[in-house]
T-cell receptor, first 114, second 112 residues
Framework: NAGVTQTPKFRILKIGQSMTLQCTQDMNHNYMYWYRQDPGMGLKLIYYSVGAGITDKGEVPNGYNVSRSTTEDFPLRLELAAPSQTSVYFC?????????????FGPGTRLLVL | KQEVTQIPAALSVPEGENLVLNCSFTDSAIYNLQWFRQDPGKGLTSLLLIQSSQREQTSGRLNASLDKSSGRSTLYIAASQPGDSATYLCAVITDSWGKLQFGAGTQVVVTP
């Protein structure tokens, strides 16, 4: 199993440009998440989804959009990139079962906005 | 609002010493607590998951304890090795949607 995959690994954007960060999981997990990690900080939740067609905002959603048309894919869209969006973005998934649920993380996308 | 704190921010120990990493959280109403390892430029690897009804979890040289009433968890790594050098993050889940709330991490360096 590939687990959680993310593309691209690294990207440089100019201010005002847009892009989509791709995330795919092959574990048939219902729950998926997008986090961002700034240098020296923990991860902060941007958006999450509990199944196809259902998404909701996390702690830092401004400047981002998501969609969930399939169980496998959860793309994150950046509109009008700003320097404050320079960060490392992680996608994660979990099966959503009660009790000992564990989140599985992708390798991350490093984004630099200049 | 839940706040998760990890102290110290950085730690350096000689090989063979035991590591003690601390995590505190302000709201004791958690579903579970998870410890992760992050290597430079890499994603997160789950180390241990402690459910809210449990007091501790063990895996090999790793042992994590949870005291919900005091809002604390401790990760012990026995007989540290240079390969244990990484950043260790703790995170709590406080609702049924599984959203993780992270601490800022402890950067560990184990010197040979």
């Amino acid at each position: 199993n590939a687990g959680v995959t993310q593309t691209p690994k690294f990207r440089i954007l100019k201010i005002g440009q847009s892009m989509t960060l791709q995330c795919t999981q092959d574990m048939n997990h219902n729950y998926m998440y997008w986090y961002r990690q700034d240098p020296g900080m923990g991860l902060k939740l941007i958006y999450y989804s509990v199944g196809a067609g259902i998404t909701d905002k996390g702690e830092v959603p401004n400047g981002y959009n998501v969609s969930r048309s399939t169980t496998e894919d959860f793309p994150l869209r950046l509109e009008l990139a700003a320097p404050s969006q320079t960060s490392v973005y992680f996608c994660a998934s979990d099966p959503g079962t009660s009790g000992g649920r564990t989140q599985y993380f992708g390798p991350g996308t490093r984004l630099l906005v200049l | 609002k839940q706040e998760v704190t990890q102290i110290p921010a950085a730690l350096s120990v000689p090989e063979g010493e035991n590591l003690v990493l601390n995590c505190s959280f302000t709201d004791s109403a958690i579903y579970n607590l998870q410890w992760f390892r992050q290597d430079p430029g890499k994603g997160l690897t789950s180390l241990l998951l402690i459910q809210s009804s449990q007091r501790e979890q063990t895996s090999g040289r790793l042992n994590a304890s949870l005291d919900k009433s005091s809002g604390r968890s401790t990760l012990y790594i026995a007989a540290s090795q240079p390969g244990d050098s990484a950043t260790y993050l703790c995170a709590v889940i406080t609702d049924s949607w599984g959203k993780l709330q992270f601490g800022a991490g402890t950067q560990v360096v184990v010197t040979p």
